[in-house]
């Protein structure tokens, strides 16, 4: 029997979700039930009747998971594969700052470990930042953390000017540079352009939009499943995509008559690269790695993720 095929048959016999992030090996993809981005996958694992779910992805989203349903079990088939965003920043370093801001409402990416959530107010993901932040009464300071990047453009859209934002940022979306941007869109005059909040060349992006720099050319911030509805539902048959090209695997199969083409090859995440078809099924077999989180933060943190699902 194929590996595929042995997975499939492991996971039914025993009764397990498989979740994996946009970003996964195709391989992976395959086997999964369900495929999407950070608040999909937070969302899935929050109302499935599951009792084990197998996380492919990085270790910040199986925990979320963890957290989200303690009384399930949460599995991830590799306890290393972490991210340099959520590395940015740990709970005394937010404790501190916090102390600076008393008054400050405090705002993380998902992308932060449970016990940096379990010092939020809200958590938020690419797709709800702006409207988590909206949530707030304007005159209430905003601690916005770990990715500048994302913060920058969420102060933007929101018209704030009371938001401190932490100074962490994605090695993978970092590297996606205005440089690139401005050489491959010359090349492709008639491609829509998207592009992840994450990259550093968001901000120069949201600059040259209103500037009117792009002309007519269609240019969309999304987080990776606003990416994937955008290009299912857009008339344009070519496509360029600022993000982690994990994604495009997906894109090309769900879109077979459109072209998707990636703003750098380089942005490859080694953390989610590390999540392979012989680990899932070592992870089946012998229901490893359990992530577990201590009641203690996971009670504080849970507040923090219900306050964001609640919000759309
Ligand atoms: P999304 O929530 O957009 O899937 O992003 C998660 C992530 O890790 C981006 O690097
Ligand atoms: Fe973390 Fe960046 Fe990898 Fe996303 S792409 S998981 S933010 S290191």
Not at 69 to 86: N, R, Y
Not at 256 to 275: G, L, T
Not at 288 to 300: F, N
């Amino acid at each position: 029997m194929d590996i595929k095929s042995e997975i499939l048959k492991l996971k039914k016999e025993k009764d397990v979700l498989i979740l994996a992030h946009n970003y996964q090996l195709p391989e992976v993809q395959d086997v999964a039930d369900y495929v999407g981005d950070s608040l999909g996958l937070s969302r899935q694992a929050a109302t499935t009747d599951y009792k084990t779910i197998l996380f492919c992805g990085v270790h910040f989203m199986a925990e979320t998971a963890a957290l989200t349903c303690p009384e399930k079990k949460v599995l991830i088939p590799d306890l290393a594969a972490g991210c340099s965003l959520a590395d940015t920043i740990n709970a005394d370093e937010l404790r501190k700052w916090k102390s600076e801001h008393p008054e400050a409402i405090t705002v993380g990416y998902v992308n932060t470990s449970a016990e940096v959530k379990a010092e939020l107010d809200y958590c938020c993901t690419s797709s709800n930042a702006v409207n988590v932040v909206k949530a707030i009464p304007e005159d209430k300071e905003v601690l916005f953390l770990p990715d500048m990047f994302l913060g920058s453009y969420v102060a933007k859209m929101t018209n704030r000017d009371n938001m401190f934002i932490w100074a962490g940022e994605c090695h993978v979306h970092a590297g996606i540079k205005s440089q690139d941007v401005q050489e491959k869109l010359r090349e492709l005059v008639n491609a829509e352009f998207l592009v992840h909040p994450e990259c550093s060349c968001t901000s120069s992006v949201m600059y040259d939009i209103a500037s009117g720099d792009y002309g007519t050319r269609q240019v969309q911030v999304l987080s990776t499943e606003g990416m994937m509805k955008y290009a299912k539902n857009s008339p344009s048959k070519q496509f360029v995509v600022a993000t982690e090209t994990g994604i495009l695997y997906r894109m090309r199969q769900q879109n077979p008559d459109k072209q998707f083409i990636p703003m750098s090859e380089n942005a490859v995440c080694k953390y989610m690269k590390m999540i392979t078809p012989e680990k899932v099924l070592a992870s089946l077999k012998e229901e490893k790695y359990h992530v577990k989180v201590p009641k203690h933060i996971a009670d504080k943190a849970h507040l923090a993720i219900e306050r964001m699902l609640a919000i759309n």
